[in-house]
């Protein structure tokens, strides 16, 4: 039996995995944190094994509060690190500070916590590079992206993994960073979600890429392997539907309309500024030219991990054959 801290966990995606973690007998007790207070947070019930604390992670001494304090008294094993700012637009040194530097405390305070011993950090698919001379199915030695002119979206992404990456062996707890295929759920900051989404898709003219996407309960289930597991390291958490964008598109229902790039920058734009859409093409802007497949193959044989809930389809259904997820 164990107790486990979870960060970002009114968020969607944190509200299932905290569901998923009351219902394992394997842990005594869940410390849910987020920054809205408890009653739009965790509205289920949970049998006294549930503390929700209202704390904002940008501020290193809350963080040392929360650890040396309610996370010390539980004898908080596990980390899971879920908070980070969704919004595709989001600038700033605030962002940033939810984004990176609540990471880096929790990870400079977990080293000399008397019960932390594991943390496990959520990425995401969108750290990694993507280009005309790189491979379409990637790796986790894959080359990250480290353009400066990237949006911050993607850079506050890639220096927490990287940040997460370079404690690993230096510290006494165990750290696990899961590199997540996009989540094709509302809420939880998909990109491409919100592409999707959309009245209509306006795709690259003349390019049709793979993509890769994965279901909540995937996520969720690779989050809690994580949680239960032995060792460190990066894993590539792929989804269970792999197919081209148009055929993504076409199972969304929506109507595609090939444009130029930078015609689809300029309507995308445009959509932000009058509906506050929060998809931005520009940090997708070479997945939708050449794709991302995760190759899921290490986190199989270390984790046991397998993509097991394709998408629900609103046109088609699901993907029925698991050849089709070939990255898995």
Not at 64 to 89: I, K, N, T, Y
Not at 101 to 127: G, M, N, Q, T, Y
Not at 246 to 252: G, L, Q
């Amino acid at each position: 039996m164990r107790a486990v801290l979870v960060t970002g966990a009114a968020a969607p995606l944190g509200q299932r995995l905290v569901r998923s973690l009351l219902a394992d007998t394997r842990v005594s007790h869940v410390l849910a944190v987020d920054d809205v207070p408890a009653e739009q947070a965790l509205p289920f019930s949970h049998a006294g094994r549930l503390t929700y604390l209202t704390i904002d992670l940008r501020k290193t001494r809350k963080v040392r509060e929360l650890l040396f304090g309610p996370a010390r008294d539980l004898d908080v094993e596990v980390v899971v690190h879920l908070s980070e700012h969704m919004d595709g637009f989001g600038r700033g040194r605030a962002v940033h500070a939810q984004n990176v530097e609540s990471l880096r405390s929790i990870l400079e305070l977990s080293d000399r916590h008397p019960s932390v011993r594991r943390l496990v950090v959520k990425s995401h698919a969108v750290v990694y590079r993507v280009g005309l001379d790189l491979p379409v199915q990637v790796t986790e030695d894959h080359p990250l992206n480290m353009s400066p002119h990237a949006p911050q979206y993607v850079r506050d992404r890639v220096e927490a993994d990287l940040t997460a990456c370079a404690r690993m062996g230096l510290v006494d707890s165990e750290i696990v960073v899961l590199r997540c295929a996009e989540a094709l759920a509302p809420g939880i900051g998909s990109q491409l979600y919100d592409y999707l989404d959309g009245p209509a898709v306006f795709r690259p003219m003349g390019f049709d890429p793979m993509v890769n996407v994965a279901s909540p309960e995937d996520i969720v289930h690779a989050l809690e392997l994580a949680t239960h597991g032995s060792g460190e390291g990066v894993f590539n958490i792929p989804g269970f539907d792999t197919l081209p964008l148009s055929e993504a598109a076409r199972k969304w229902g929506r109507p595609q309309v090939p444009l130029p790039a930078p015609l689809i920058r300029a309507v995308y734009r445009a959509r932000h500024a009058l509906m506050g859409s929060e998809y931005s093409f520009g940090i997708h802007a070479n997945q939708l030219h050449f794709g991302l497949v995760l190759d899921g193959t290490r986190a199989r044989h270390v984790l046991g991990y397998r993509p097991r809930h394709p998408i629900d389809w609103p046109v088609g259904g699901p993907i029925s054959d698991p050849i089709v997820a070939a990255a898995g």
